[in-house]
């Protein structure tokens, strides 16, 4: 293989083929923290040797092999070596002795895939949310502690923190390296779709900092989506989550102006929007529908196609996504689905029955410190021609913002408004 830098060939060969080697590691190894040091020697051998001897023909394999010289080394190392060689061999007589129910077991194992083992296993619910996120990234996506904590905003020890603890807590939970029997798969593909999603939810709308979007974080959940629904074709809600962030993801050039500011869906672009992105998303839409009743995924993914089907906000169907959100609310209820309810019911029958159902939401605890609910009022309260109580809505919308971005554009629509 011809390179002209050697170093990024690497990082780049990493970022591809890292899941795949530390997934076929855990799997060996059972040790999901071993896994990933082993990975990593095999990465700094490929910085020292590579920019010498060339980038191998198939960087992929030589990791790998390379990973598992590695462990064969990490043993010979240990004191307890003939130990483990005696541990070792009373295991293969137990497995021979049991060959039957190994072959059971193996029939059983309805996906088989490394890296869908090593996912299910990043996204264990015995970890905690944030836990899950950094492990998903750092082992999943290749990226580094200091690219996880740049992305969410936190400090790199913090990270560091919370990738060690979730190690910790999947050792001492012994959790094995596997996916789960088929009675317990949908609970627990809740959680992986749970993850990806918020990991592109987050690169989507930014909930702190300076910057509108982080594009990096949409890309890293597209392409664990897109492995999910390879490894996993007949699941439905992970090919409506894979149409959602499709469709979704199809909008981000248009969500920023010049200067990085936002620019929201009706001012937008429509040409800007990535068609390729579009088609790859309703064709996943369709596949998910092709499986059975849609999910909540599935249901978003249907309201996303709505706008991105339209020519223009006028010319969409929001009597149609009125009718969805209704039947994603009955499926899945939360504050932020009646909320998103009430734009489409407000373009639908007009803004006064929007208004009714926001206005229903304003004793709602899990919204407090919401910006979405007062930004949502206003624009409700603008096409009503009740000023004044618009520009305290957007205001307050402004106050309660953690992205620097998003108050700019309070303020700014606070201003516009003339009573």
Same mark, same amino acid.
């Given at each position: 293989? !011809?390179?002209?830098?050697?170093?990024?060939?690497?990082?780049?060969?990493?970022?591809?083929?890292?899941?795949?080697?530390?997934?076929?590691?855990?799997?060996?190894?059972?040790?999901?923290?071993?896994?990933?040091?082993?990975?990593?020697?095999?990465?700094?051998?490929?910085?020292?040797?590579?920019? @010498?001897?060339?980038?191998?023909?198939?960087?992929?394999?030589?990791?790998?092999?390379?990973?598992?010289?590695?462990?064969?080394?990490?043993?010979?190392?240990?004191?307890?070596?003939?130990? @483990?060689?005696?541990? #070792?061999?009373?295991?293969?007589?137990?497995?021979?002795?049991?060959?039957?129910?190994?072959?059971?077991?193996?029939?059983?194992?309805?996906?088989?895939?490394?890296?869908?083992?090593?996912?299910?296993?990043?996204?264990?619910? #015995?970890?905690?949310?944030?836990?899950?996120?950094?492990?998903?990234?750092?082992?999943?996506?290749?990226? !580094?502690?200091?690219?996880?904590?740049?992305?969410?905003?936190?400090?790199?020890?913090?990270?560091?923190?919370?990738?060690?603890?979730? @190690?910790?807590?999947?050792?001492?939970?012994?959790?094995?390296?596997?996916?789960?029997?088929?009675?317990?798969?949908?609970?627990?593909?809740? *959680?992986?779709?749970?993850?990806?999603?918020?990991?592109?939810?987050?690169?989507?709308?930014? !909930?702190?900092?300076?910057?509108?979007?982080?594009? *990096?974080?949409?890309?890293?959940?597209?392409?664990?989506?897109?492995?999910?629904?390879?490894?996993?074709?007949?699941?439905?809600?992970?090919?409506?989550?894979?149409?959602?962030?499709?469709?979704?993801?199809?909008?981000?050039?248009?969500?920023?102006?010049?200067?990085?500011?936002?620019?929201?869906?009706?001012?937008?672009?429509?040409?800007?929007?990535?068609?390729?992105?579009?088609?790859?998303?309703?064709?996943?839409?369709?596949?998910?529908?092709?499986?059975? !009743?849609?999910?909540?995924?599935?249901?978003?993914?249907?309201?996303?196609?709505?706008?991105?089907?339209?020519?223009?906000?006028?010319?969409?169907?929001?009597?149609?996504?009125?009718?969805?959100?209704?039947?994603?609310?009955? &499926?899945?209820?939360?504050?932020?689905?009646?909320?998103?309810?009430?734009?489409?019911?407000?373009?639908?029958?007009?803004?006064?029955?929007?208004?009714?159902?926001?206005?229903?939401?304003?004793?709602?605890?899990?919204?407090?410190?919401?910006?979405?609910?007062?930004?949502?009022?206003?624009?409700?309260?603008?096409?009503?021609?009740?000023?004044?109580?618009?520009?305290?809505?957007?205001?307050?919308?402004?106050?309660?913002?953690?992205?620097?971005?998003?108050?700019?554009?309070? &303020?700014?629509?606070?201003?516009?408004?003339?009573?």
């Amino acid at each position: 293989m !011809t390179v002209g830098d050697p170093h990024r060939v690497v990082e780049a060969v990493w970022r591809i083929e890292s899941a795949r080697v530390i997934a076929g590691l855990a799997r060996m190894v059972r040790d999901v923290g071993l896994a990933e040091e082993l990975a990593q020697d095999a990465l700094v051998l490929a910085l020292e040797q590579w920019p @010498k001897s060339g980038v191998p023909d198939n960087p992929g394999a030589w990791l790998m092999l390379t990973a598992k010289h590695r462990a064969i080394d990490l043993i010979r190392r240990r004191t307890r070596y003939e130990q @483990k060689l005696e541990e #070792v061999g009373r295991d293969m007589e137990i497995r021979q002795e049991s060959a039957e129910a190994e072959l059971d077991d193996a029939l059983d194992d309805h996906i088989g895939d490394d890296v869908l083992r090593l996912l299910f296993t990043a996204c264990h619910p #015995v970890l905690s949310t944030e836990g899950r996120l950094a492990l998903t990234l750092r082992l999943l996506g290749g990226l !580094t502690t200091e690219e996880i904590a740049r992305a969410f905003l936190v400090p790199e020890p913090t990270v560091g923190q919370r990738i060690f603890r979730a @190690k910790r807590t999947l050792a001492e939970k012994r959790v094995r390296i596997e996916l789960p029997a088929p009675a317990e798969l949908g609970e627990r593909l809740a *959680s992986v779709l749970e993850v990806v999603y918020l990991i592109f939810n987050e690169g989507y709308s930014a !909930t702190a900092g300076d910057d509108w979007m982080r594009p *990096s974080l949409c890309e890293e959940a597209l392409r664990l989506g897109r492995i999910l629904t390879a490894l996993m074709p007949r699941e439905a809600e992970a090919h409506g989550l894979l149409a959602l962030m499709e469709i979704q993801a199809s909008r981000i050039r248009a969500r920023t102006g010049p200067d990085g500011e936002p620019v929201l869906l009706p001012d937008q672009d429509r040409g800007l929007w990535d068609r390729l992105l579009i088609r790859r998303g309703l064709e996943a839409l369709e596949r998910a529908e092709a499986l059975g !009743t849609l999910g909540p995924y599935g249901l978003q993914a249907a309201i996303a196609a709505c706008h991105a089907r339209a020519r223009s906000t006028d010319d969409t169907d929001w009597e149609r996504m009125a009718a969805l959100y209704r039947v994603l609310a009955h &499926l899945a209820p939360s504050p932020v689905v009646e909320l998103n309810r009430a734009v489409a019911v407000s373009r639908a029958d007009g803004p006064a029955w929007g208004l009714e159902i926001v206005d229903g939401l304003m004793a709602e605890r899990a919204l407090r410190g919401y910006p979405q609910l007062p930004a949502v009022r206003g624009d409700l309260l603008v096409r009503l021609g009740r000023l004044d109580e618009a520009r305290e809505e957007f205001e307050r919308a402004a106050a309660l913002t953690r992205n620097e971005r998003e108050r700019t554009l309070f &303020l700014n629509r606070a201003a516009a408004v003339h009573g």
